[in-house]
T-cell receptor, first 117, second 111 residues
Framework: DAKTTQPNSMESNEEEPVHLPCNHSTISGTDYIHWYRQLPSQGPEYVIHGLTSNVNNRMASLAIAEDRKSSTLILHRATLRDAAVYYCILRGPSTMNYGGATNKLIFGTGTLLAVQP | DSGVTQTPKHLITATGQRVTLRCSPRSGDLSVYWYQQSLDQGLQFLIQYYNGEERAKGNILERFSAQQFPDLHSELNLSSLELGDSALYFC??????????FGSGTRLTVV
């Protein structure tokens, strides 16, 4: 599984944009870039994912570098509820093996985002 | 409510005992993934089932086993429990759009 590198921690102020970086220099052409976040004592929560083009959803935006060796998760206006550990994960394509899919997520240590009021 | 249901939410048991954790995936999702999260290890992938069959294995101990039933719910069996097995156990399921949905977890405390 290809590896990702994220800063251990970041700080932001409430209502300001947050840019969470992720390096993945060994990404393969078929790896999807997934972002999840985990609030204290809760299960990981899907945020966004993409392959080559930038992606937007109601939670965040994902900016993918042209060479795909890095990406940035953008929270447009941080709130106190966005304080969490953010994980950047590379996931291979669904490989159909004997009729099933083998595409597990491998979590790293993530970035702990603190949001100050 | 994520749609993935895990029971029980909390479990306290003694060393040497055996417990069963249960997970019901979202309606229509065929895959179930089990993860263990302890303070010093982070989120570790244990095992994946797809439509009743084992598909991938991670760092799962021999004392641990899992299965997925015809109704697609899954059970993770942990036996000969040790203090170090105390952790949060999460399951997740996947949809065709590629996103993974996690349950709220079972907190296991071994005393």
């Amino acid at each position: 599984d290809a590896k990702t590198t994220q800063p251990n921690s970041m700080e932001s102020n409430e209502e300001e944009p947050v840019h969470l970086p992720c390096n993945h220099s060994t990404i393969s052409g078929t790896d999807y870039i997934h972002w999840y976040r985990q609030l204290p004592s809760q299960g990981p929560e899907y945020v966004i994912h993409g392959l080559t083009s930038n992606v937007n959803n109601r939670m965040a935006s994902l900016a993918i570098a042209e060479d795909r060796k890095s990406s940035t998760l953008i929270l447009h206006r941080a709130t106190l509820r966005d304080a969490a550990v953010y994980y950047c994960i590379l996931r291979g394509p669904s490989t159909m093996n004997y009729g099933g899919a083998t595409n597990k997520l491998i979590f790293g240590t993530g970035t702990l985002l603190a949001v100050q009021p | 409510d994520s749609g993935v249901t895990q029971t029980p939410k909390h479990l306290i048991t003694a060393t040497g005992q055996r417990v069963t954790l249960r997970c019901s995936p979202r309606s229509g999702d065929l895959s179930v993934y089990w993860y263990q999260q302890s303070l010093d290890q982070g989120l570790q992938f244990l095992i994946q089932y797809y439509n009743g069959e084992e598909r991938a294995k991670g760092n799962i101990l021999e004392r641990f086993s899992a299965q997925q039933f015809p109704d697609l719910h899954s059970e993770l069996n942990l036996s000969s429990l040790e203090l170090g097995d105390s952790a949060l156990y999460f399951c997740a399921s996947t949809a065709r759009d590629g996103g993974y949905t996690f349950g709220s977890g079972t907190r296991l405390t071994v005393v």
